[in-house]
């Protein structure tokens, strides 16, 4: 809004331009060409921090989903682990126990 009113403040003396002030406006074209030009670099690399930082949420959000996500398979497995029986005292309901003990590792490792 500000340079909006400079610009039309340079306008209203540009118009009134006269053979004795030509070097002043010349001048002022001069100042008005290097806010134009500040001006829109400003915008443009607004523009690229913006489409930055859309990018960053994007990877952001999805690593926060893949977090939660992680969290919920390790408390599930924590409160498998935890559920899971006494070691057995005849071979073969240890080797199953072991089978089920494989499956959960085989399920962590597969997760992440």
Do not use: W
């Not at 523009?47 to 992680?70: P, R, S």
């Not at 029986?85 to 005849?90: A, E, K, L, T």
């Amino acid at each position: 809004m500000a340079i909006r009113h400079v610009k039309e403040a340079a306008a209203g003396v540009l118009e009134q331009e006269t053979p004795e002030n030509t070097e002043e406006c010349e001048d002022l074209r001069s100042k008005l060409q290097d806010l134009n030009t500040l001006t829109d670099n400003i915008r443009h690399h607004t523009q690229v921090m913006g489409d930055k930082l859309e990018e960053t949420l994007g990877v952001a959000e999805k690593f926060q989903q893949d977090q939660q996500i992680a969290l919920q398979i390790l408390r599930d497995l924590q409160d498998n682990l935890f559920s899971q029986d006494s070691p057995g005292i005849d071979p073969a309901t240890i080797k199953e126990q072991l089978r089920e003990l494989q499956v959960m590792i085989c399920y962590t490792v597969d997760s992440f």
